[in-house]
C-alpha cells in the first residue's frame, strides 16, 4: 500500500476536563508538525468520544483554516472558569427526587425535561450554549464535500437499549459495520446534540434526547473509538489517550501518601476509579487487539503468502463481521504525567469560594480529604477551569512534541 493510499484517522477518547490533554496535542500537531511536513497534516478520519467527540466535531468544523482552529481551541480551553461551567442543579435533583416518587406511584405531575436534558446534577447551560456557539457544526459537512476529511464519528450510548450507537457523517455510504447487537451506526449529520449527548457522564451531565431516544457518554462501552476508525477503512490510526500507562505516573508520592495507604478510601475516590474502569482502562485491551490481528496476519502471510493468505482469511471474516482484516499502524500518544495528580495539586491550592455551591465544596472536599494519599482522578474529571486546564494543555503539547519524529512518519 502506497503512502498516499493510506488513510489516517484521528482516535480522540473521553475524559472530562481531562480533554484539554488532547487539544494541547492537537494544537501542536496543527502548528508545529506543517513546518517539518511541508504540509497541513491530514486526517481523513476523525473519530471522538465524550469530550473527545466535542474536540472531533471543532477540529472537523475548523480543518479548512488550521491557524484559527489551534488558536481558538487553545483559548476556549484556558479561558473556561470553574463556577461557570460547573454548577450545582438544585431543580435536576428535584427533578430526579420526584422521578423517583413517580416510580413508587405517588400521583404527581410530570414536567418536560429541561432544555432536552434529564438527569445529572450539574447544570449545563453555560456548558451547552458553548458548544452550540462556537462550535460551527455546518462547516463539517461542508468540509467533508470539500475533500478535506472522509469521515467523522462521534459516539454515545442509548440509555434504553445500553447499545453504543455511533453518528457517522460521511462523503460515502456507511460502510458494513458489525452484527454485534450491542453497537450500531447511524448516518447523518453531526449536531450539537450528538456531541453533547456523547459527552454526557452518567449522573455528572443530564443525558440528552436525540431523534426520540436518551443518550448518555458513549465512553461506557467505547471511551476511545479505535473500532469505528477501523471500520470506516483507517489504514493508520493516532491514538491520544487521558490516562498515563503506570499508577502514579512514575512521579514521587503526594504528602502523607505512605501514612494514610491502609485508610479506606473516600467515596470520591472510588468514584474516581470507578470512571477510570469505565472510561479509560479499555484503551491497553483494544490496543492489544489490534496487535494480535496484526501479527496474525504478519505471520500468517509467511506461512501460506501474504496475499492468499489474506484474501482466503478475508472470505471467511467478511461473511461474519461485515468487513475484511487488514494491516493497521497504531501510534499512541499519552499524559507523561498523572492527571489525577494534576489535579489534586491544583485543588489544594483554591479557596473553598472557588467551588461555588455548598454540595460541590462538599463533593471536592470529600475527593481531597485524605490529605493527599490518593490522586484525585473524580476531580481531574470535572475541574472545568482554566487553571487547571491550562496545564493539561501545556502537557499535551509537551509531550506530542517529545514524539515529534514518530508524528512525522505518521503523516509523511
Same mark, same amino acid.
Given at each position: 500500500m502506497s503512502s498516499r %493510499? +493510506?488513510?489516517r #484517522? !484521528? $482516535?480522540l477518547s473521553g475524559g472530562g476536563a481531562r480533554g484539554a490533554y488532547e487539544a494541547g496535542v492537537m494544537s501542536y500537531l496543527l502548528k508545529e508538525l506543517p513546518g517539518e511536513l511541508g504540509e497541513q497534516p491530514r486526517f481523513d478520519i476523525i473519530c471522538g468520544t465524550s469530550v473527545g467527540a466535542i474536540n472531533a466535531a471543532w477540529v472537523a468544523a475548523t480543518l479548512d483554516e488550521p491557524d484559527r482552529c489551534a488558536r481558538r481551541l487553545e483559548e476556549l480551553w484556558r479561558s473556561l472558569e470553574f463556577n461557570q461551567v460547573v454548577e450545582f442543579s438544585y431543580q435536576e435533583l428535584w427533578r430526579i427526587l420526584r422521578q423517583t416518587l413517580l416510580d413508587y406511584g405517588l400521583r404527581l405531575p410530570r414536567r418536560k425535561p429541561i432544555n432536552g436534558r434529564e438527569g445529572g446534577f450539574v447544570e449545563t447551560s453555560y456548558f *451547552? &450554549? !458553548?458548544?452550540? +456557539?462556537e462550535i460551527p457544526f455546518g462547516n463539517i459537512r461542508r468540509n467533508l464535500e470539500a475533500g478535506l476529511l472522509e469521515a467523522i464519528s462521534v459516539s454515545a450510548t442509548n440509555i434504553l437499549s445500553g447499545q453504543t450507537t455511533v453518528f457517522v457523517d460521511s462523503i460515502g455510504e456507511i460502510p458494513p459495520w458489525t452484527r454485534d447487537v450491542r453497537r450500531r451506526a447511524i448516518g447523518g449529520e453531526v449536531t450539537a446534540d450528538k456531541v453533547l449527548a456523547s459527552a454526557a457522564i452518567p449522573v455528572v451531565f443530564p #443525558? $440528552?434526547?436525540v431523534d426520540g431516544g436518551w /443518550?448518555? *457518554? &458513549? &465512553?461506557?462501552r467505547q471511551n476511545t473509538p479505535i473500532s469505528p476508525a477501523l471500520r470506516l477503512g483507517a489504514d493508520r490510526v493516532l491514538v491520544i489517550a487521558l490516562q498515563n500507562r503506570s499508577l502514579g505516573g512514575g512521579e514521587e508520592p503526594m504528602e502523607n501518601e505512605l501514612a494514610c495507604q491502609d485508610n479506606h478510601p473516600t467515596q470520591a475516590f472510588v468514584i474516581g476509579k470507578v470512571l477510570d474502569a469505565l472510561l479509560l482502562d479499555p484503551l491497553d485491551y483494544d490496543l492489544g487487539v489490534l496487535e494480535r490481528v496484526n501479527a496474525i496476519l504478519e505471520y500468517g502471510g509467511e506461512a501460506f503468502g501474504e496475499e492468499n493468505f489474506v484474501d482466503e482469511l478475508n472470505k471467511v471474516i467478511r461473511g461474519h463481521r461485515g468487513q475484511g482484516y487488514r494491516k493497521v499502524e497504531p501510534l499512541l500518544i499519552r499524559p507523561s504525567r498523572d492527571l489525577g495528580r494534576v489535579a489534586a495539586r491544583f485543588a489544594r491550592g483554591q479557596s473553598p469560594r472557588f467551588w461555588g455551591s455548598l454540595p460541590l465544596r462538599f463533593l471536592a472536599g470529600r475527593a481531597l480529604e485524605d490529605g493527599g494519599s490518593h490522586e484525585s482522578d473524580f476531580l %481531574? /474529571?470535572? !475541574?472545568f477551569d482554566g487553571g487547571y486546564t491550562g496545564e493539561l494543555f501545556d502537557l499535551g503539547y509537551r509531550d506530542a512534541e517529545q514524539m515529534r519524529e514518530e508524528l512525522v512518519e505518521f503523516f509523511r
Open positions: %493510499s +493510506r488513510k #484517522a !484521528l $482516535v *451547552d &450554549g !458553548l458548544i452550540r +456557539r #443525558a $440528552v434526547a /443518550y448518555c *457518554d &458513549g &465512553g461506557l %481531574s /474529571y470535572l !475541574l
